[in-house]
C-alpha cells in the first residue's frame, strides 16, 4: 500500500536499518603493515543516539538548509560540540555514566588528508564493537558486523582534503548476532582498537599466505598472493637470510608458487623469525615470519614433526581499567606470566579474535594460540544472516593471521547444543577454516555427554582436535566423575581439555573444602591436574582462566560483577595460590 501523504519516514519508518544492509564491508581486509598509514587515534566527538535517529534521519548527510527556499531548518545534532571520547577506547570505561549502555554511540572527527597522484586511500577499523556503519562527507560508506575483527574501506574517490567522519557503533546484543544476547563476558561498546587511514598504488599487493608446505620434509615453502588494481603481472618474494629471491607470475590477480628452502623451524623454545618482503609494480609490503608445522596424527598433536603438550591458559581480552582496549605493555605481561610464571607454551584467545599484536608478539616471544569467533552458547543455528555472520568473522580471523607462526589451531565454536541445526553450522565453518588455511589444525570447545558420562559430540568427526570443556568439582560437585568420563572415551584423536576450574576471590582464604577460597581452587587444580595428566589422550588443556574478568551475570558477594576463575586477580598482578599448582604441573611434565 502507498504510504499516506503525511508519512514520515524518520518517525514511522519500522525499517530504518535496512537501507544500510546492502552495503557491507565484508571481507575487505587487506594487509597493511610496512604501508604509509596515519592513525586516526585521539579525541573524536561522541555522543549516545539510543533511539537511532542518525540512521532514521540520515544526520550523516547534515541537512541544515531547505532545498526548495534556500531557509535555515532545525537540525538535532552538533557533531562538532559533542564531548570528547578517547578513540581506542571502551565508552563504558572512559565514562561511569556509560558503564552499562549497549545501544547506538555516534562518534565524529575531521581530518584533512594531502591527495597525491595515482594512489588509493582506505578507511582501516581494526575494531568496532559490534556493529559499525561509516560515514564521509554526507554519503553512507558501508557497515560492518563483527566486534573484534578488522574492516576497510576504500575512500579514494570521496577524500576531499579536508573530511567529515562520522561512525555509528551499535552495541545493542542480539539473538541474531554472533556472539548472540547471552554470553558469560562483559559487553564492551565503541571504537576500541585503531583506526588507520592507509594509502597504496593504484596497484597493489592485497593479501598473501606464506608457509611451509605441509608433509614436505620442512623443505618447501609456498606462496599465495592477491593483487588488486590488476588481473595480470609479477610479484618477486624476497627472503634474504634464505637466498630467495623468486618472481611469481599474477594471473586474473592471483599468484602461487612453491620454492626449494629449508627455514629453521620455529617453536616456542626457538621463536625464528624471517625477514620477508613482497613487491609489485611499485608496492612494497614488509612482514617477519616464522616457519613451522603443526599437524595431528592419531591422537599425538605434532610441532615440526614431534610430540608436544600443549600446555596453556584461556584468556579474556578484558582490563578493568581499559575494558577490551589493550597495550603492547599488557600483551607482554600476559605472555611472560604463561611462559616464565606457568612455564606454559600455550594460550587459548577466548571467546572471540583478540588484537592483532597478540600473535605478532606471540610470534617474537614464542607462545603458541588457540585463536576462534564468538560461535557461543545458543547461537540460532538455523538463521541464514547468523551463519553469513559467523562465516565472515572466521574468515576475517584466518586472513588476518594465517601468517602468524603463534596460531596453531583455528576454533569454530564453544559450549554448543548438539542439534542438527549446530552440526550443519558449525561442520560447515571448519569446512571453510581447511578451506582457508589447511596448515592449521581445526577445533571447536564442546561438552561432555552427561547422561553418558563420556566425551561424544558429533562435530569431533569434522575436527582434527577435540576440546573439552568440564568443570567437575565445582559446577558438577562431584570431581570423581571426571575419571569415570576419561575412563569411559575413547576418542580417535587428541583431546585438549579447554575449560575447567573454580571462582576464588583473591585473598579469601579457608579450609580447602570451603568453595570461594584460594584453598578451595588450588586443590581443586591439584586433583584436575593428576587425572589430566594420567590419561593418555588429552594432549593439551587450557584451564579457566588467567585473569578474572568482568561477567555482569556473576552477581554474588564473592564475584561483584567477575567471574572469579582466575589464577590472576582482575589487578593482573595478584596470583593466588592455584597459579603454583599449575605452574609446578606444567613444570614438572
Not at 142 to 157: K, Q, V, W
Not at 512 to 536: D, N
Request: glycine share 6%.
Amino acid at each position: 500500500m502507498k504510504n499516506p501523504g503525511n508519512f514520515d519516514s524518520d518517525i514511522h519508518a519500522t525499517d530504518h536499518r535496512a537501507k544500510y544492509e546492502k552495503s557491507r564491508a565484508d571481507m575487505s581486509l587487506f594487509f597493511i603493515d610496512g604501508r604509509d598509514k596515519e592513525s586516526l587515534a585521539g579525541n573524536w566527538t561522541f555522543m549516545t543516539d539510543p533511539y537511532e535517529s542518525a540512521l532514521r534521519a540520515d544526520w550523516y548527510r547534515e541537512k541544515r538548509i531547505d532545498a526548495s527556499t534556500g531557509m535555515k531548518i532545525p537540525f538535532d545534532f552538533d557533531f562538532d560540540l559533542w564531548p570528547r571520547m578517547k578513540v581506542p577506547s571502551c565508552w563504558n570505561t572512559e565514562r561511569s555514566d556509560l558503564f552499562l549502555y549497549e545501544n547506538m554511540g555516534l562518534y565524529f572527527r575531521t581530518f584533512t588528508i594531502e591527495r597525491k597522484d595515482d594512489e588509493r586511500i582506505f578507511l582501516f577499523f581494526e575494531g568496532v564493537a559490534y556493529r559499525a556503519y561509516v560515514f564521509l562527507n554526507g554519503e553512507y560508506l558501508a557497515m560492518h558486523d563483527g566486534a573484534s575483527t578488522p574492516f576497510s574501506i576504500e575512500i579514494t574517490d570521496c577524500v576531499r582534503t579536508d573530511n567529515r567522519l562520522i561512525v555509528a557503533v551499535d552495541a545493542s546484543r542480539s539473538d541474531r548476532r554472533v556472539p548472540m544476547s547471552n554470553t558469560d563476558w562483559f559487553n564492551y561498546g565503541g571504537i576500541y582498537r585503531d583506526v588507520y587511514i592507509v594509502r597504496t598504488p593504484s596497484t597493489f599487493i592485497r593479501d598473501f599466505f606464506l608457509r611451509l608446505v605441509p608433509d614436505s620434509g620442512f623443505g618447501r615453502i609456498a606462496l599465495d598472493v592477491c593483487v588488486d588494481g590488476t588481473s595480470r603481472g609479477e610479484v618477486l618474494l624476497s627472503i634474504p637470510e634464505l637466498g630467495i629471491e623468486r618472481v611469481v607470475t599474477v594471473e586474473n590477480g592471483k599468484g602461487y608458487a612453491e620454492i626449494d628452502a629449508f627455514p629453521i623451524l620455529w617453536s616456542p623454545d626457538e621463536p625464528k623469525l624471517y625477514e620477508v618482503k613482497l613487491s609489485c609494480e611499485g608496492d612494497e609490503i614488509f612482514d617477519r615470519i616464522g616457519f613451522r608445522e603443526i599437524k595431528v596424527e592419531g591422537r599425538r598433536i605434532l610441532l615440526n614433526g614431534k610430540d608436544i603438550f600443549l600446555k596453556g591458559i584461556s584468556c579474556h581480552e578484558d582490563d578493568v581499567d581499559l575494558g577490551k582496549s589493550t597495550t603492547r605493555e599488557s600483551i607482554l605481561a600476559t605472555i611472560s606470566n604463561v611462559k616464565d610464571g606457568l612455564c606454559g607454551n600455550f594460550i587459548r584467545l577466548a571467546h572471540y579474535p583478540h588484537t592483532r599484536e597478540f600473535a605478532r608478539l606471540a610470534d617474537e616471544k614464542g607462545i603458541l594460540l588457540w585463536e576462534e569467533i564468538p560461535v557461543y552458547w545458543a547461537i540460532a543455528f538455523d538463521d541464514e544472516g547468523t551463519y553469513r555472520d559467523a562465516e565472515n568473522q572466521l574468515a576475517e580471523l584466518v586472513t588476518r593471521d594465517r601468517n602468524r607462526a603463534s596460531v596453531i589451531i583455528w576454533s569454530v565454536g564453544n559450549e554448543n547444543p548438539d542439534t542438527d541445526a549446530r552440526f550443519g553450522f558449525m561442520s560447515a565453518l571448519a569446512a571453510k577454516a581447511k578451506a582457508l588455511d589447511d596448515t592449521r589444525c581445526v577445533s571447536a570447545a564442546c561438552l561432555v555427554n552427561k547422561e553418558k558420562e563420556m566425551i561424544e559430540d558429533r562435530l569431533a568427526s569434522r575436527l582434527d582436535i577435540i576440546g573439552i570443556n568440564e568443570y567437575y568439582g565445582w559446577y558438577t560437585p562431584d570431581i570423581t566423575r571426571l575419571h569415570v568420563v576419561l575412563e569411559n572415551s575413547n576418542p580417535d584423536r587428541p583431546v585438549i581439555i579447554t575449560e575447567f576450574g573454580a571462582d576464588a576471590r583473591a585473598g579469601n582464604h579457608g579450609p580447602r573444602e570451603e568453595m570461594w577460597t584460594e584453598e578451595f581452587q588450588a586443590e581443586l587444580y591439584r586433583r584436575q591436574t593428576a587425572e589430566i595428566g594420567s590419561c593418555v589422550f588429552i594432549r593439551g588443556m587450557t584451564p579457566w582462566i588467567l585473569y578474572d574478568f568482568r561477567a555482569v551475570r556473576r552477581l554474588n558477594r564473592y564475584q561483584e560483577g567477575f567471574n572469579r576463575k582466575g589464577l590472576i586477580d582482575s589487578d593482573r598482578k595478584t596470583r593466588k595460590l592455584a597459579f603454583r599448582v599449575l605452574a609446578d604441573f606444567y613444570r614438572n611434565m
